[in-house]
């Protein structure tokens, strides 16, 4: 069983910042790509930033220069500094690994969302 747990979400004002974290546990053999996701109220969940095995890293257009995503592979564990926050980042956080618990099973995994509010 594999489990992933984000934190770090809250309520920032516009201009603020935040680090969402997400630790991978459990029976894992192997983790290769993990990523951000996120989902605002009435809309389809968007990629925000993933990072490779290999730490080749893409980004939504819409956080390029703002939001940096990094992975520490020794704590199975990773970071989404988010700075600059604006309304429109509002949304619930979700963090996506693919992970294989045997080497013949990846399998992509979700975690159960941080909310994250930017308002004055």
């Known amino acids: 069983q594999v489990q992933l747990v984000e934190s770090g979400g809250g309520l920032v004002q516009p201009g603020g910042s935040l680090r969402l974290s997400c630790a991978a546990s459990?029976?894992?053999?192997?983790?290769?790509?993990m990523g951000w996701y996120r989902q605002a109220p009435g809309k389809q969940r968007e990629l925000v930033a993933t990072?490779?095995?290999?730490?080749?890293?893409n980004y939504a257009d819409s956080v390029k220069g703002r939001f940096t995503i990094s992975r520490d592979n020794a704590k199975n564990t990773v970071y989404l500094q988010m700075n600059s926050l604006k309304p429109e980042d509002t949304a619930v956080y979700y963090c996506?690994?693919?992970?294989?618990?045997?080497?013949?099973?990846?399998?992509?995994?979700w975690g159960q969302g941080t909310q994250v509010t930017v308002s004055s």
């Open positions: 990072i490779t095995s290999g730490s080749r890293i």
């Open positions: 996506n690994a693919d992970i294989a618990t045997i080497p013949t099973m990846r399998v992509g995994y």
């Open positions: 459990g029976s894992i053999f192997s983790i290769y790509a």
